[in-house]
């Protein structure tokens, strides 16, 4: 290959953003972040790269094997930022521990994953999350859920659900009816697949009581609204999960006042691969798009890797998947007006003059770098894209609209 | 759960062999394929009483359409989805078009231990035999991959075997079997969650009409 095209390549799974698209996620990320402050969410940034030791504990195999690693000159081993949930237990443990709770905090930036096996496998991707640490309540969870669903329709993201369930639902079902932690992992998996068709194989094949397998094959049917609790109450024997399912009627119940339940699917098969989760869980989704745009949960065992217990519950928007969603369904913000203001001679000042005062009144302006004909001007500004010429000599100032004004970014 | 304006359900159909079956199957579920029956060259087909859109794509090209949300569920062999490797949701084994997806070698020859493996799904050979901690080259063919232990291309092939007819014309023998393989109805996850009750209700209707097929054979 020729040598300068060699040095256009960039790695598999990173990409260039181009106007207007880089525009858009930034106020898009702007847009998140204006909320979560809204909620009383405080913003932290944590470093881009982080000890490997900090991030092992809690974390599970799959993930620990798809982070970028490297050396720093001691020999230490460093890794790219794989996940913002352990970085940001690590600061509330360092630097609030003693603050009062709940804390809230909130985040944007980028993970680093090998393969994240996601659309196009990009390997940088830009998330958005809030963590909500030292408070267990009904009440800490549905917020979340409700914070998820209004960033979702603020964003302007159409058709969109978010499906709720509890790691402890299928963890209590598959131990009551006596599996093993092996077993119980392998019928987890598939859940977290949804590979119903191995899921009926793998329940034929378990030396387990016909009963048992029925209420497994069962849980992908426990979805929909406030009646799929009774019908889950029904699948567990007598006694067993209780004070669980009783927790994520609470939220429910929370999530009906926040007027949030409507976006809602219960789900009491949703199990999601990350070790650290420990009650609800949840992912949001849009039709016709493969990947989760949210997804988080409550998860009260983290912290102790890093110093006092605490419970906490989080969750993470991926930003890329959302602004390539919002493209599809044509709802992100148009190029914004260009002004092109050029100039014969001595009209350089009065140009200069009115882009100041048009940039101070909120309006793209850009200004010549040249004297030009005011042909030549037209076609410049139309090169650029802009909707308005505003053409100065010594003499007086011209004023013209430019038709379509549209800014395709080529 | 939230109804959504968007209600219209696609679903990828595979071309060829495993058509008419499909077909047969769900119109025992109670859905109207009439206008897949007409003979045209139309790829779309449209419903529009019962909001259904039919889509009939090349069947390795299925999971694609059905990852990217260009349909919402599709129904394709479970040797393709095993090659593919997308993120979709397995929801129903359809049992249809059943074969097995299956190491063969030359009759007589000695068991393989590592060497040349020529086939139409080269994902699935090198992780089976990665699994079985030997070492292979694979080879990948796009037809009649019985030629290449013939050649001398290849040691073994992996690929579909369904009576064995063509591997016994070929003085082939099947080795070991891969996967069973049968077409499954395969999900969308955002079209899965999204349309949820439309989904739910058309996999229950499928499985009665499974199950009465069952009954009847």
Request: hydrophobic share 40%.
């Amino acid at each position: 290959m020729n040598e300068k095209l060699q040095r256009l390549l960039i790695p598999e799974g990173v990409r260039d953003l181009l106007p207007d698209t880089a525009r858009q996620k930034r106020k898009l990320g702007a847009l998140i972040q204006d909320i979560f402050s809204r909620w009383g969410y405080r913003e932290v940034s944590t470093p881009a790269f982080e000890y490997s030791d900090s991030f092992t504990a809690g974390m599970k195999a799959e993930l620990r094997d798809n982070v970028f690693r490297f050396f720093d000159e001691y020999g230490k081993t460093l890794v790219l930022r794989p996940d913002y949930t352990l970085p940001l237990a690590r600061v509330a443990a360092m630097h609030f521990a003693n603050a009062p709770k709940p804390l809230r905090l909130c985040y944007g930036g980028e993970i680093f994953r090998y393969n994240a096996g996601e659309q196009g496998k990009q390997r940088e991707t830009t998330q958005a999350g809030v963590e909500l640490i030292g408070d267990d309540s009904a009440c800490s969870d549905a917020e979340i859920i409700a914070l998820a669903v209004e960033v979702f329709l603020a964003s302007g993201l159409e058709d969109f659900v978010l499906c709720l369930g509890h790691i402890g639902f299928l963890d209590t079902l598959l131990a009551a009816h006596g599996l093993g932690p092996d077993e119980a992992a392998r019928i987890k998996l598939l859940f977290s697949k949804k590979d119903f068709v191995a899921l009926q194989e793998e329940v034929k094949r378990m030396k387990i009581s016909e009963e048992a397998g029925r209420s497994i094959l069962q849980v992908p049917h426990l979805r929909g609204g406030a009646e799929v609790f009774a019908a889950a109450r029904e699948l567990l024997p007598p006694g067993r999960g209780t004070a669980m399912l009783a927790a994520l009627q609470s939220v429910w119940e929370v999530l009906e006042d926040y007027g949030a339940d409507s976006y809602v699917t219960l789900d009491l098969g949703l199990v999601r691969m990350l070790d650290y989760y420990t009650g609800m869980v949840f992912e949001g989704y849009t039709s016709g798009f493969g990947y989760p745009l949210c997804g988080g949960g409550r998860y009260d065992r983290l912290f102790v890797n890093f110093g006092p217990d605490m419970p906490a519950v989080g969750f993470a928007i991926n930003i890329d998947h959302l602004l390539a969603v919002l493209q599809r369904q044509q709802k992100l913000p148009p190029a914004e007006e260009l002004s092109y203001l050029a100039y014969g001679k001595g009209g350089r000042a009065a140009a200069i003059a009115a882009a100041l005062k048009q940039r101070a009144r909120g309006i793209n302006a850009v200004v010549a770098t040249a004297e030009a004909a005011f042909s030549q001007a037209e076609q410049e500004a139309a090169g650029l894209g802009a909707c308005r010429l505003f053409y100065y000599t010594g003499d007086g100032a011209l004023e013209k609209e430019l038709r379509g004004g549209e800014n395709d970014g080529k | 759960m939230k109804m959504t304006a968007n209600e219209w359900l696609t679903i990828a159909l595979a071309k060829g062999r495993i058509l008419p079956p499909t077909l047969d199957l769900l119109e025992a579920a109670g859905i109207d394929c009439s206008v897949l029956r007409e003979k045209t060259r139309k790829l779309i087909f449209s419903d529009n009483r019962n909001k259904m859109r039919f889509v009939l794509a090349k069947p390795t090209d299925i999971p694609t359409y059905v990852e990217y949300g260009a349909a919402d569920l599709g129904v394709v062999g479970k040797d393709v989805l095993l090659e593919e490797e997308k993120e979709l949701y397995e929801l129903l084994d359809l049992k249809l078009g059943a074969c097995r997806l299956s190491v063969a070698g030359k009759k007589g020859g000695g068991s393989f231990t590592g060497g040349y493996v020529a086939t139409k799904y080269p994902r699935v050979a090198k992780r089976y035999f990665q699994q079985q901690g030997k070492q292979c080259e694979v080879i990948k063919l796009h037809g009649s991959v019985e030629l290449a232990p013939l050649l001398k291309l290849a040691d073994v092939i992996v690929d579909l075997v369904s009576t064995g007819r063509t591997l016994a014309e070929n003085n082939l023998v099947e080795r070991e079997i891969i996967a069973r393989i049968t077409a499954r109805l395969v999900a969308n996850p955002g079209s899965y969650q999204v349309k949820g009750k439309r989904i739910a209700a058309l996999v229950e209707a499928l499985s009665r009409a499974l199950a009465g097929k069952e009954v009847q054979s």
